[in-house]
């Protein structure tokens, strides 16, 4: 049983500045080196980098890593997160390749590619998504899962993504509606659940994703709110993650959340009809996502079966 003063109420005081210890993460681990070459030799950016990931040391020693695609600016000044923000890149031609040949070498068989949010392109980046999946799949068959900006609700534009038919189409939402104006700046949240439910009503058989980082002052209420208005759009995946400051120049974590806490939350969503939820302090959109993406098929396989 969770009661709602579970993460109902922040922090009292100053952000905590120590982590708890379930936070602490393992030292690098053999592995990373290959890992940091590759993307290096193929001028790639990651979203393990960019954005300060804890679970770097973890997914890069067993190889895999979240590619972000457009450079390494981008066009929104969220306070949660550390990726750079001011004049943006020229987007590269050959970078789908590259992306590619990156998910070669490292032998992925679950792509994950992610980007900067590149407002100031037309179609936000749409078609650029679209060659990086075709790269991928002729260049090594994996299943590619995207994790897209909301392309400021451009319908042509996610159709044009959806049309490219990624294995996982995810897109976060990360907070409750209370807190976007500080969080998601020049995000919109009902814009977040349009996307979602276009991309389940053109292609239903296509699985959407969805996230959201907890310790940020929502309320448990809100959070089961936000997994409900997910649920009513066709959402079937979510995952839900302790939110971590990158630099002290972002938003302070108001409550560091205990795993289990996470848990009971996870369960809580589940009753809501989720097909696949993961619930912990170090889960982020893309943190075993070819675990997830293998359940889902598994389930389809089977109900196809039946």
């Known amino acids: 049983m969770i009661t709602l003063d579970v993460i109902e109420s922040p922090q009292e005081g100053p952000p905590r500045r120590r982590l708890p210890k379930w936070l602490k993460r393992p030292l690098p681990q053999p592995g990373m080196q290959f ?29 895999t890593a979240t590619f972000m695609i457009l450079g390494n600016v981008c066009t929104r000044p969220c306070g949660f997160c550390s990726v750079p923000k001011g004049k943006t890149e020229l987007v590269e031609a050959d970078e789908p390749q590259r992306v590619a040949e990156a998910a070669r070498r490292l032998g992925l068989e679950h792509v994950v590619i992610t980007s900067v949010t590149r407002d100031d392109l037309p179609d936000g980046g749409a078609a650029h998504f679209c ?11 994996a299943a ?22 990624p294995d996982v189409f995810n897109h976060n939402t990360e907070t409750v509606p209370r807190l976007y104006h500080r969080v998601r700046k020049n995000a919109d949240y009902q814009r977040t659940l349009d996307l979602l ?6 292609n239903p058989h296509l699985p959407t994703k969805s996230g959201l980082m907890l310790g ?13 208005d997910l649920r009513d759009v066709g959402c079937e995946m979510l995952t839900l993650g302790q939110y971590l400051q990158p630099t002290p120049e972002h ?10 806490e996470f848990d009971a939350i996870g369960n809580l969503a589940r009753g809501l009809g989720f097909r ?18 293998s359940f889902m098929e598994s389930i389809a396989d089977n109900a196809g079966a039946d």
């Not at 590619?144 to 038919?165: H, K, S, W, Y």
Request: net charge negative; hydrophobic share 40%.
């Open 35 to 63: 890992t940091g070459n590759v993307i290096s030799d193929l001028r790639l950016q990651t979203v393990c980098e960019s954005a300060k990931c804890p679970n770097r040391t973890e997914c890069w020693s067993h190889k």
């Open 131 to 141: 060659e990086c999946i075709r790269a991928v799949r002729e260049r090594t068959g």
């Open 144 to 165: 590619v899962e995207v994790l897209t900006p909301d392309f400021m609700g451009n319908r042509e534009a996610i159709d044009l993504v959806i049309q490219a038919e």
């Open 197 to 202: 439910q276009q991309v389940s009503l053109v």
């Open 216 to 228: 940020l002052g929502e309320t448990l209420e809100e959070v089961l709110d936000v997994c409900a």
């Open 251 to 260: 938003l302070p974590v108001e409550r560091f959340v205990p795993p289990e």
């Open 276 to 293: 696949m939820v993961a619930s912990g302090p170090f889960v982020r959109s893309s943190y075993h996502a070819d675990e997830m993406a």
